[in-house]
């Protein structure tokens, strides 16, 4: 199944009993500078992750200032749109092929653990959603339902409940969960139960762009598409309370059911240059922990 979503995964659970294990999380604090500071939990590290000076430029215009920043007008959020698409369609295409090299070279990607040998890959969109050989991401406590993974090679941040969340991290007006998952029907079971946890993992340009099941043993209930905008995922756009990025972006909402924890939303909200998402697994399908469940592209 494919359809649009995002470099951004939205896992809501319904129980708060399992534990968050491993991976890198974003710090909060320095969201204007061209650097972000981000800790390693295995290590306990903190290293940066550099951005571009001329991504860096941008994402200041468009979404920094002190009140609401730009980019809501509306013949910008057409031209993200545009971008957005450009971007697919020249990463489909046969000559974007000289451009991976580069890219290994620029983010310093190890090719060691990377499947295939970077001949085989015949476009960037082909390296972009590369596979990793096996062992690669190794799973922990597979067995246990109680432990909830990372779905992705992320930076990670989690907050016990929705309104932690949205005092702390994600500031658009809108934010709520029916408006994440689409109408107030799929947002009635978290609504219910207390203790209702939220991780937000937003993937980087050099990380693995495929994700995989956060918790298991379990099952796919639902899987919908909704369409949106194609906003910066980045932190600044998420901090500015006039651009609603969870929300208004395009985004694929998966319903799934886990011995464990009960319902789990997956959310992928759509970003501005990786606009799509391949699901890997339908309706219906069961599911282990760690299994891939899709790719970003």
Known sequence: MGCRSSKRCCCVSSSCEGQIENGPVDTPGASFRSTRHVLNRETGKVFEEVIPG???????????????GIVPAHPLRCC???????AGRKMRSASSKKDVRKFVDVYSIDMEEVLLPLSEFRTMNDFFTRELKPGARPVDSPEDATVFVSSADCRAIVFPNFEEAARVWIKGCKFSVAELLGNSAAAEPFLRKSGCSVAVLRLAPQDYHRFHFPCGPGQVLS??????????????AINNSSVDVLTENCRSVSILQHAGFGLVAFVAVGATLVGSVELL?????????????????
């Open 80 to 86: 993200l749109r545009r971008l957005t698409q450009h």
């Open 223 to 236: 899987q919908k598409c909704l369409s949106g905008e194609y906003y910066s995922v980045n932190p600044v």
């Open 281 to 297: 697994q339908k309706e219906g399908s069961d599911f282990r922990k760690g299994d891939c469940y899709g790719y970003f592209q």
């Open 54 to 68: 001329p991504v860096w430029s941008i994402l200041k215009g468009l979404y920094a200032t002190t009140a609401c």
